[in-house]
């Protein structure tokens, strides 16, 4: 017998296997396999086992996380991790509403329901927004009349959508599928009415695990079914209370836009509270934010798994992480890190820094929810939870492009604007994040990439800091770390105001070298001086170390900026044996003395291209810029 071809996945290589085998036998050794009917039958044979491999290797790859394609399989796997994607996100924002009351209205105590409607328009489409809770006050005087005061109302962009469902012998423990793939699953409020003719409601719980679930215990949980549409289930009498056929469930939630109803700052209320003669005043405390489309195949591949490998826990870094960005989809990046690796060391505290996505903010509500649902729930000892504002870092880009013009028809300012995109990509799809590195390599390759006519491509970097002027104008000593070696003498900012002596000077930073500061290391450390427009030196106000990249300023203020500007922007130049741009944190192994510098794990710091554009008033100085040399090779 012939040896069977069993590995074989293309159409026509079956068939000639399936040929080879038939003539190794002697009931068809003089057979004409060319022939018609002879043909079709193989044709029949190898279509039926090119369809079955295919089918095989497709149920192989969606029954894994890794491979699988489809939605509704890494969905299925992610709920084996006991992950559930999370939904669309209402963007929200923050209101004050005054209410001048109708003057027939005679009640002293208003209450704003959670159906008031507050719409903004965006591009020429209006969206509608609701509080997420009734807020009471009380009438007061505002000088103008009397008045209903609410503050700090909490509005989220959609429509107010009711579903109701019967129970059935059937239908005691769900599921009940929201027919909307808009819901924003956090507005969901879930209650349950005793029957068609018991009016009587009860109000029910999410629950998001069940280890602390007891029998009695008014929870639902959720769940994304196959179809992509979420599903509310209910306890079985053990994990939960069980619900009674003939209960009615009740399910209202906003079904929302989601991200394209971010960054509006203009709200008005759009319902009639007192009366037809009232007069209503919104103002917006934060523009909306967070608005954002549900969760990717992608992200849930990604965050399952991390997500599972916490067992509801939050003890390393990493769980932190995880839980974090499992529960707010607004945050792209996460660092973590403990109190003992903290300069200084500070025991007994976690310290988290978060990143939102661009468009989102993370309000002060967001990170005491975070501790509260997240943090203290799974944290097993009593660890205090810090938070840390990011610092940027900002990269400017001074490239040089030589090109072949007979390799190409474009022209000059078309080459610059194809690496202008490039490097616009990089930064967007690379940085960005909280500990993420610069590569040189990387970045040349898809500069030089931009066009095919490329002969060389010669990349320098500028780093620089940006401070508002309440940062600058801090009691105490102002500490600038850029993480990189400095080139001495490359040291500027863009002109401010500064009081010397009782003298308003228009100055800016300079740096000079110690003597002991040689080339080509330029290891040691430098001073710092204030320069007139014409080049004088009226000041020294601090200190460089060019080996750890810092700045200290003590006692430094600034009066005002110029221009255009609104912070005060330092930038350097890293020394020339930097070629990729860390996060590191420089420090010296012993700090007294000029010892060894080490690199140690970068924790809240984010690089970010520098989008200065030139300005001559307020002497700030294009963050990218991009030049071409034409070449001819003959």
Not at 582 to 593: A, V
């Amino acid at each position: 017998m012939s040896q069977l071809k069993v590995t074989e996945l293309d159409f026509d290589n079956i068939k000639q296997n399936l040929k080879q085998y038939l003539q190794s036998q002697e009931e068809f050794s003089d057979y004409n396999f060319e022939g018609s009917a002879m043909s079709v039958l193989l044709d029949t044979l190898a279509y039926n086992t090119h369809y079955n491999a295919v089918l095989a290797h497709m149920l192989a790859n969606e029954s894994f996380l890794d491979s699988a394609v489809k939605r509704s399989s890494v969905v299925s796997i992610a709920k084996s991790l006991g992950y559930t994607p999370t939904s669309k996100r209402a963007s929200r924002a923050e209101v004050v509403l005054i209410v001048f009351p109708d003057p027939t209205f005679e009640n002293t105590v208003l209450t704003l329901t959670r159906n008031t409607q507050f719409t903004s328009t965006i591009d020429g489409v209006t969206y509608s927004f609701y509080p997420q809770t009734d807020k009471t006050t009380i009438l007061q005087n505002f000088g103008q009349g009397d008045a209903f005061y609410f503050s700090g109302i909490e509005i989220k962009e959609g429509f107010r959508v009711n579903n109701n469902f019967s129970v059935d012998a059937n239908t005691v423990s769900g599921p009940f599928i929201i027919p909307n793939q808009g819901v924003d699953t956090t507005t969901l409020r879930v209650r349950v009415q005793n029957s068609g003719t018991d009016f009587a409601v009860k109000s029910f719980q999410y629950k998001d695990k069940f280890a602390d679930v007891k029998a009695t215990d008014r929870a639902w949980f959720l769940e994304e079914g196959s179809d992509g549409l979420y599903r509310i289930l209910f306890g079985d009498g053990v994990v939960g209370q069980k619900l009674n056929p003939g209960n009615i469930v009740l399910i209202d939630y906003l079904n929302t836009n989601g991200a394209p109803a971010n960054n509006s700052e203009q709200f008005t209320c759009r319902t009639t509270i007192t009366g037809n003669n009232e007069r209503l005043i919104t103002l917006t405390t934060t523009p909306s934010y967070g608005g954002a489309v549900r969760e990717t195949v992608s992200s849930i591949k990604r965050n399952a798994p991390r997500y599972n490998s916490t067992k509801e826990r939050a003890v390393t870094a990493q769980d932190y992480v995880s839980l974090i960005k499992a529960k707010n989809q607004n945050i792209q990046s996460v660092s973590v890190w403990g109190g003992e690796d903290n300069d200084p060391p500070i025991y007994g505290k976690v310290f988290i820094s978060l990143n939102p996505y661009q468009g989102s903010i993370i309000t002060q509500g967001d990170k005491d929810q975070i501790v509260t649902e997240i943090i203290e729930p799974r944290t097993p000892i009593a660890i205090q939870p810090e938070f840390v504002d990011p610092e940027y870092l900002y990269v400017g880009v001074k490239a040089k492009l030589a090109y072949d013009v007979k390799k190409t028809t474009l022209t000059s300012g078309q080459i610059i604007q194809g690496a202008q995109v490039n490097i616009d990509n990089y930064f967007k799809n690379n940085l960005n994040y909280l500990n993420r590195h610069l590569y040189f390599s990387d970045l040349h390759k898809i500069v030089y990439g931009s066009s095919e006519a490329m002969k060389s491509v010669t990349i320098n970097f500028t780093l620089q800091k940006r401070f508002s002027l309440t940062e600058v104008n801090a009691i105490g000593t102002t500490k600038i770390s850029f993480n990189n070696k400095l080139t001495p003498r490359t040291l500027t900012t863009n002109w401010f105001d500064k009081n010397v002596g009782n003298v308003i000077y228009k100055v800016r930073l300079e740096d000079e070298p110690n003597r002991n500061v040689v080339a080509p290391n330029y290891n040691g450390s430098g001073r710092l001086f204030l320069v007139t427009e014409d080049n004088r030196r009226i000041a020294e106000v601090g200190t460089i170390d060019y080996d750890l990249g810092k700045l200290s300023l003590p006692d430094f203020n600034v009066i005002s900026l110029y221009g255009n500007a609104t912070k005060l922007h330092v930038t350097v130049e890293p020394h020339d044996t930097i070629k990729d741009i860390t996060t590191d944190i420089l420090t010296r192994t012993n700090p007294e003395s000029q010892s060894a510098v080490v690199p140690l794990p970068a924790k809240n710091t984010i690089l970010a291209k520098d989008d200065s554009v030139y300005n001559v008033i307020s002497g700030l100085r294009e963050g990218i810029k991009i030049e071409t040399i034409a070449r001819v090779d003959e």
